[in-house]
């Protein structure tokens, strides 16, 4: 295993209470693999990527329990310093909102070079022709001039390459991209996609890939890790989960997405509401909105369940649940 | 699908923003054309799905339609009369029915007001429409038919999560009794499970009050979904429609077919064997519309006469003779059935 999450802990102190971000989540990703982490907002998908990056906002965040393997190392043991090493050249990230996490005040030719000077000792000069060169293997057109532009003067779809270039700067060994594409239309986010996978398959990287969206896991995931009130609560190769889930949150999830290919009738919905995680449910945090749920879903929390090869589940009745879809 | 009597009717609509220069004397030197002559109509109790990429002008479309915003050409006729032109008196009477709900449930409700007041509010603008000893029950009333507790009446919009907020913006835009509800992006801003219950909602309730819906989103699913005719929007202009079958089975324009290839589909069977068309480069900017067809900058089909000729929004000649579903509007030049040569998923 390239990344290993072993039952990390994460809670936010507010002034309301603390908050149970992250309980208990474990994944992982072997090199040259994509995995998908598939969660609604406040699943803890995106702080648990923050605390593999170093990066969680602390305070209010804390880890409480847990570990995070990374090529055999436990990151939570290291100096900040060891961590900050790794940062950029192992272990990169990919926001959401590239306009927000690029540098408004430098060109984009700058930021990338930095990589280069800070990392690799470069001097300006070597810094700038590499900025160009990456800048042309994420088809930016016209990077020898448009190096010297600042984020602003690009368009949604070329800042979120240029985030990617600075991933890639260094060739690390995993990516973790945040919900990469959901502020793209369509059009650009096939582009976008579709630069991912092809960098991902040159330099065999891995990747995690943050996301709410169905459909972009299916077209690119190996396999998937659904998230539920801070816990993996289904594990699978991707082929598998949309063809039989086997946790009745993940089914619920494939049925209520509307279809490009059909058209009408109702929608089945997911009942009630994401949990509030200052007070989640006993038992298993899905229980209030589960079709399934008994006695035992209330009082127990469930174990991850081993489904078949490579697939777990966290549900008292996975075995009913995948019986349910054949 | 229509047969009825048309409610409104959208001819030639423009809006342009004017982009000046100077403080003190102020010169026009261009402008961002959102709108640029959009023609549809909307049948009475029907649904009709707008889709485009952002900056095709679909919200300014929306604002329009609601008199948020007064277009610089072109008629919007509810009834056969055109609002665009009405006194602010006649305008009034005429909002009442064509009502409008926005995408953002964090930012379009009063954070200082109570859910109650917020629903209740269109009827301090149009007293007309309830008497006042009657309207706290109106607004029970409203919080039950969408699926909240009515007890909540005293609640603040933070005490709600994102899918309940957005369903007192829904009731907001029922108080009045409308006939039209425009939605822009109602459920973008939504989980996917919530998102379904919020779908569910708006369709119940179109049968319910007998509605129609012009509905603004960018995610082409749930457009499908709900629509009965949908029109593709760029940079201003349809460049399609008709009704879902023909525009999701049988689209013609290769905006529409880039579009359509482009979403993910959430069948990880379907990615090996799926004809994908991904379009080079970004949207032009509505400042600087290319001459001709608008969309020949990103198209793999364009030829010399689409530099010099605007193709119309028509039932292309290649295509009528034969029939169909492929025999639809469509503004291309090379306007082509899809489905004869490939197959889009």
Redesign the interface.
């Known amino acids: 295993m390239l990344l290993e999450v072993r039952d990390l802990h994460v809670e936010f102190r507010t002034r309301d209470g603390i908050a149970q971000a992250v309980n208990g989540v474990s994944y992982g990703v072997d090199a040259g693999e994509t995995l998908a982490v598939l969660g609604?907002?406040g699943s803890g998908k995106s702080v648990t990527a923050q605390a593999v990056m170093g990066i969680l906002d602390s305070p209010p965040g804390r880890i409480t329990g847990g570990q995070i393997l990374f090529q055999g190392r436990d990151l939570l043991r290291l100096k900040e310093e060891e961590r900050r090493r790794i940062r950029g050249a192992e272990l990169a990230m990919i926001f959401q909102d590239a306009l927000s996490a690029l540098n408004p005040v430098l060109t984009v030719g700058d930021q990338l070079g930095e990589m280069f000077i800070v990392h690799r000792g470069m001097s300006r000069k070597d810094a700038r022709a590499h900025a160009v060169a990456l800048m042309d293997r994420v088809h930016i057109p016209g990077a020898a001039h448009r190096v010297r532009d600042y984020p602003h003067q690009f368009?949604?779809?070329?800042r979120q390459r240029i985030m990617i270039a600075m991933a890639l700067a260094l060739e690390p060994a995993l990516i973790i991209a945040d919900e990469p594409t959901t502020a793209l239309?369509?059009?650009?986010?096939?582009?976008v996609?579709?630069l991912l996978a092809e960098l991902r398959r040159e330099y065999r990287m891995g990747l995690v890939l943050i996301t709410?969206?169905?459909?972009?896991?299916?077209?690119?995931?190996d396999r998937i890790a659904v998230m539920y009130a801070g816990r993996v609560v289904e594990s699978a190769p991707?082929?598998d989960i949309?063809k039989a889930p086997a946790h009745p949150y993940t089914r619920?999830?494939?049925d209520?997405?509307?279809?490009?290919?059909?058209?009408?009738g109702?929608?089945?919905?997911?009942?009630g509401?994401?949990p509030n995680l200052m007070a989640i449910p006993s038992g298993c945090a899905f229980h209030p909105r589960c079709p399934l749920a008994r006695d035992v879903c209330r009082t127990d929390v469930p174990p991850l369940h081993t489904v078949a090869k490579n697939r777990a589940s966290a549900c008292h009745f996975w075995k009913e649940c995948l019986h349910d879809r054949d | 699908m229509t047969g009825t009597e048309p409610i409104l009717e959208v001819s030639g609509l423009v809006k342009h923003y004017p982009l000046t220069r100077g403080i003190l004397v102020k010169k026009q030197i261009g402008a961002v054309r959102a709108v640029d002559g959009v023609d549809f109509t909307l049948g009475r109790g029907e649904t009709l799905g707008i889709v485009g990429e952002s900056g095709c002008g679909k919200s300014t479309v929306a604002r329009l339609l609601v008199s948020l915003e007064k277009p610089t050409a072109g008629a919007i006729r509810y009834r056969g009369e055109d609002i665009t032109g009405l006194s602010p008196r006649a305008l009034k009477a005429v909002r009442r029915n064509i009502q409008m709900v926005f995408q953002d449930p964090y930012t379009s409700l009063n954070p200082r007001m109570t859910v109650g007041d917020i629903i209740g509010e269109p009827y301090e603008i149009h007293p007309e429409a309830a008497p006042r000893g009657d309207r706290r029950r109106r607004v029970r009333d409203l919080l039950d038919v969408v699926g909240l507790n009515p007890e909540y009446i005293n609640r603040y919009p933070h005490q709600f999560s994102g899918g309940q907020r957005q369903r007192i913006g829904i009731a907001r835009g029922l108080a009045l009794r409308p006939e039209i509800i425009v939605a822009d992006e109602p459920v973008s801003a939504l989980d996917v499970s919530v998102q379904a219950q919020v779908i569910n909602l708006l369709a119940g309730l179109q049968e319910e009050f007998g509605l129609s819906y012009v509905f603004i989103a960018h995610d082409l699913s749930i457009v499908r979904h709900i629509s009965d005719r949908v029109a593709v929007m760029y940079l201003g202009r349809i460049v399609e429609q008709g009704s879902h079958t023909e525009i999701y089975d049988h689209p013609t324009h290769p905006y529409t077919q880039a579009l359509l290839s482009a979403v993910p589909v959430p069948d990880p069977e379907a990615r090996e064997h799926r004809e994908r068309i991904i379009l080079g480069g970004d949207v032009p900017s509505p400042a600087h519309i290319p001459s001709g067809c608008r969309f020949r900058t990103r198209c793999w089909k364009a030829q010399e006469r689409c530099v010099r000729e605007v193709p119309l929004l028509a039932v292309p000649e290649t295509l009528r003779t034969a029939g169909g579903p492929a025999a639809h509007d469509s503004a291309c030049h090379f306007a082509e059935n899809s489905l004869a040569g490939r197959e889009l998923r």
């Open positions: 609604e907002s368009s949604g779809g070329m239309d369509v059009t650009v986010q096939a582009q996609m579709d709410h969206d169905l459909g972009v896991v299916a077209d690119v995931a991707v082929h949309y619920g999830l494939l209520s997405v509307p279809r490009l290919d059909q058209k009408g109702r929608l089945y919905a997911i009942k509401l994401p």
